[in-house]
């Protein structure tokens, strides 16, 4: 990776070397902690779109919603406000439910499946972007989603009357259908959510509970590999549109290099970060029968609406992904 790397920054320059001298500076905002993985990623990404082009574009990465809350990224970027910025897919899944084509229960549950489907997903999810004045520049999976909560859990009976925190129209539904209460909490603010009582339990990675020691409140883990949401790394098509074509080539491929690099991160991730949770005193494990069969369920209603709400273009994508 590291001959790579630098074999791409040297391409970078010796194309830059033909651009215009004219210097932009490009704020992205992201959601996530910067030591998260994706945080990582992106600010390699930025360094190397800096480097490459030889300043003619400097992204400056504001990880942690320090810029704008996770919420408000995609807004910021279609109105121009910020040029770049980095989101959960399915965080957009109330706009058009193609969105949440990464978070249907245990339809791609490992990440050669998730690869599949994103194949198939793509070209429908370019173009609802192009639509909107946005242009994909790359896009990074999580690792398998767990439950987290603060007490033993077998069954989805036991899930009854949690406060289960919220991302995306999934897991909003998860919650209605498994009687818990959802509550929306950005990644920013999981911890003092945690800590507060506002929430007691969530869907998510390893990575995720890693990074906010979630440990310092909730006790256990349950490896349900649910769904691989993805982040995404988008820019305004003015912008886009509007910069040299040098400075296109580098951040092109600037951005393969984070895309290849996003997924290694993201596999490598996983056992580290169930050590990790380990590591801080939680307990990690597989779900009983019990409660996977209770989840499939659910599953499958969750998979017949999001068909129903994504029409003819959701079809295609599931048609697609199980072609492959």
Not at 179 to 199: C, D, K, N, R, Y
Not at 218 to 239: E, G, K
Request: glycine share 8%; proline share 4%; hydrophobic share 40%.
């Amino acid at each position: 990776m590291k001959l790579l790397m630098n074999t791409l920054t040297g391409l970078a320059c010796a194309t830059a070397l033909t651009a215009p001298a004219m210097a932009e500076t490009w704020d992205m905002p992201m959601a996530y902690s910067a030591s998260n993985f994706h945080s990582a990623t992106g600010a390699e990404f930025a360094k190397c779109v800096t480097t490459g082009t030889m300043g003619e574009v400097e992204i400056v990465t504001h990880p942690g919603g320090s810029l704008f809350a996770g919420a408000d990224i995609k807004r910021a970027i279609q109105t121009g406000q910020v040029p770049i910025g980095e989101r959960l897919l399915s965080g957009h899944a109330n706009e058009n439910a193609v969105f949440g084509f990464d978070s249907i229960p245990f339809l791609s549950p490992s990440f050669d499946d998730h690869a599949k489907l994103w194949d198939a997903a793509k070209p429908e999810i370019e173009k609802v972007l192009s639509e909107q004045n946005l242009t994909l520049l790359y896009s990074v999976p999580w690792p398998p989603q767990g439950l987290y909560f603060k007490k033993e859990v077998n069954s989805v009976e036991d899930m009854k009357g949690v406060k289960f925190r919220s991302y995306n129209n999934a897991t909003a539904r998860l919650a209605e259908l498994t009687g818990m209460a959802p509550v929306t909490i950005e990644a920013a603010e999981l911890s003092q959510a945690f800590a507060t009582g506002v929430a007691e339990s969530m869907i998510s990675s390893g990575a995720t509970g890693y990074d906010q020691k979630v440990w310092e409140s909730l006790t256990h883990f349950y490896q349900v590999d649910a769904w691989l949401p993805r982040n995404y790394i988008m820019v305004n098509s003015d912008t886009w549109n509007g910069t040299s074509d040098a400075s296109k080539a580098v951040i092109t491929g600037c951005a393969e290099l984070a895309e290849y690099a996003g997924l290694y991160r993201a596999k490598e991730y996983t056992n580290f970060t169930y050590d990790g949770l380990r590591a801080g005193g939680m307990t990690v494990q597989p779900a009983s029968e019990e409660l996977m069969s209770g989840l499939r369920a659910v599953g499958d209603t969750m998979t017949a609406e999001w068909l129903e709400q994504a029409g003819d273009a959701g079809k295609a994508i599931i048609d697609a992904y199980k072609a492959e």
